[in-house]
């Protein structure tokens, strides 16, 4: 069946090219014309956002070596998964590659560029060798040019029309030193923006489920999730992965996880999340085993129950300083805490945390045998009944 995947576009180039900022931008572009689409990183730098909001910390050595990531044995691995699912579950992903490639990384990155299916060589007009070696790279491994952008900080380095490279796909210039929202490069950038929304994946052919109504969800929208149920269903029986995602309120999220589960008990369902460094955010079907459960929250998550009027209601607690949980935790859920077991078969859910926390302990407690399930909504101040 065509279009079963997304195109991942691994965006290249020697390092401090200015690819992160080209990236950066683009997200911004992207945004309103792509429901689903992810930028990932494809290295553990760390920085480039960072840098982009703010670039007088460009030169901080101390701050760059506080953030910046080291390889280690699953990386690469880790890198080729989140791409794996990019592919999978939206409709365009783009890959944040690193400028490195000699014998020690030379393997990694062969792995991670197989995974991709298309290439964005980025080069400072001062440096077309860099440019040029990595384009031989990747169309080494098959991947497909989308296009070859300069990038410039100093007008007088800035290409004159007729000087940049011909060939495959869109080539450009855009300026490096450009502040979040700042519209210097809009025109530049145009032709790529349209390349790449025309290289997504058709809306009908991405198993993501947009939540966001523009307007307040209603307690009796819950049984068929405001008109989305049967495409929830319809992607858990036919791809096995249900991606939820926009701006709706935690029991929105767990009546689209009911009717996926309901529909395929181990369907695999994410939660798209873009604050997260990888904003897909898988709901695990069941918590790891004891011995290693625990192991990236301890002291950060508390649990306890509580009756209320014959509801036994699990409390969900961030205990940190900041009640923020540690950043490892949305890709490691199956290490959660583990809860004992509810008091009734009629359980809520309470606390504040992200969405995907109250997704991943109500899924463990429906499959622990619990009947009718309850989250507590801060807005109505009442529970509100999803699961029963």
């Known amino acids: 069946m065509p279009n079963e995947t997304a195109a991942c576009v691994a965006v290249v180039g020697p390092a401090n090219a200015g690819k992160s900022t080209l990236l950066h931008q683009l997200d911004e572009k992207l945004q309103p014309l792509l429901?689903?689409?992810?930028?990932?990183?494809?290295n553990p730098d760390g920085i480039g956002r960072y840098l982009y909001h703010s670039p007088d910390l460009r030169n901080d050595r101390d701050f760059k070596k506080s953030i910046k990531g080291e390889w280690g044995e699953g990386t690469v691995d880790r890198i080729c998964e989140w791409v794996t699912h990019g592919r999978r579950n939206l409709s365009l992903a783009l890959l944040d590659f690193g400028g490195r490639h000699d014998e020690r990384t030379a393997e990694g990155?062969?792995?991670?560029?197989?995974?991709?299916?298309?290439?964005?060589?980025?080069?400072?007009?001062?440096d077309p060798e860099g440019a040029s070696f990595w384009d031989g790279v990747c169309r080494e491994h098959g991947l497909v040019r989308v296009g070859w952008m300069r990038s410039w900080i100093e007008e007088r380095d800035r290409p004159r029309p007729g000087t940049l490279e011909q060939g495959d796909g869109v080539h450009g210039s855009f300026q490096v030193d450009v502040r979040p929202?700042?519209?210097?490069?809009?025109?530049?950038l145009a032709p790529l923006v349209d390349k790449l929304v025309a290289l997504s994946r058709p809306p009908d052919r991405i198993p993501?489920?947009?939540?966001?109504?523009?307007?307040?969800?209603?307690?009796?929208?819950?049984?068929?999730?405001?008109?989305?149920?049967?495409?929830?269903?319809?992607?858990a029986l036919r791809t096995g992965v249900v991606v939820l995602g926009g701006g709706a309120p935690i029991w929105a999220y767990l009546a689209g996880l009911r009717r996926a589960l309901a529909a395929r008990?181990?369907?695999?369902?994410?939660?798209?999340?873009?604050?997260?460094?990888?904003?897909l955010v898988e709901i695990p079907a069941a918590p790891a085993s004891p011995s290693i459960a625990d192991?990236?929250?301890?002291?950060?998550?508390?649990?306890?129950?509580?009756?209320?009027g014959?509801?036994?209601?699990?409390?969900?607690?961030?205990?940190?300083?900041?009640?923020?949980?540690?950043?490892s935790v949305p890709q490691n859920l199956a290490s959660l805490p583990i809860c004992s077991a509810a008091p009734t078969t009629d359980v809520g859910l309470s606390g504040k945390g992200p969405t995907w926390l109250h997704g991943t302990y109500a899924r463990w407690l429906i499959a622990a045998g619990?009947?009718?399930?309850?989250?507590?909504?801060?807005?109505?101040?009442?529970?509100v009944q999803v699961w029963e």
């Open 370 to 383: 619990a009947r009718r399930l309850a989250v507590w909504d801060g807005r109505s101040q009442n529970f």
């Open 310 to 327: 014959g509801r036994s209601v699990l409390e969900l607690k961030i205990a940190t300083a900041n009640k923020f949980l540690p950043p």
């Open 181 to 188: 929202g700042d519209p210097a490069n809009d025109a530049e």
């Open 208 to 235: 993501y489920v947009d939540l966001d109504l523009r307007g307040d969800w209603l307690i009796h929208q819950i049984p068929d999730v405001a008109g989305r149920a049967s495409k929830i269903v319809e992607l």
């Open 35 to 42: 429901d689903s689409f992810l930028v990932m990183q494809g």
């Open 295 to 308: 192991a990236f929250t301890r002291d950060a998550l508390e649990l306890s129950w509580r009756e209320d």
């Open 109 to 126: 990155n062969a792995r991670m560029l197989r995974a991709c299916s298309h290439y964005l060589v980025v080069a400072r007009t001062t």
């Open 265 to 279: 008990p181990d369907a695999r369902v994410f939660f798209y999340d873009p604050r997260q460094p990888i904003s």
